[in-house]
């Protein structure tokens, strides 16, 4: 069975910092690029930043630049994104997700909320 499962979700202040943490499992983790994406109230989901299979260098949204850190421990199946600096806007329900290398196959966890509030 197919499980992405993030953690690490929060009330934080602006300012502030937290790590989201993704364990994924019913799949070769190795073979998929990992992603994180957020989805404010009231907004489409946006890519928050994106780590190859391979661990290549990883790819942000601008807004994010500089801020946010994508990572993963292949050996643990589980994908991170450090955020620092956190912003009011940064609120969100951030979801990880996975994609396969060389197919479209690909799957979503079920989100963790983010509100980034005084």
């Known amino acids: 069975q197919v499980q992405l499962v993030e953690s690490g979700g929060g009330l934080v202040q602006p300012g502030g910092s937290l790590r989201l943490s993704c364990a994924a499992s019913?799949?070769?983790?190795?073979?998929?690029?990992m992603s994180w994406y957020r989805q404010a109230p009231g907004k489409e989901r946006e890519l928050v930043a994106v780590i190859t299979s391979v661990g290549g260098t990883p790819n942000y949204a601008d807004s994010m630049k500089g801020r946010f850190t994508i990572s993963r421990d292949n050996a643990k199946n589980t994908v991170y994104l450090q955020m620092n600096s956190l912003r009011p806007e940064d609120t969100a329900v951030y979801y990880c997700?996975?994609?396969?290398?060389?197919?479209?196959?690909?799957?979503w966890g079920q989100g963790t909320q983010v509100p980034v509030s005084s």
């Open positions: 997700y996975a994609r396969n290398r060389w197919s479209s196959v690909n799957y």
């Open positions: 019913g799949f070769p983790f190795i073979n998929y690029a």
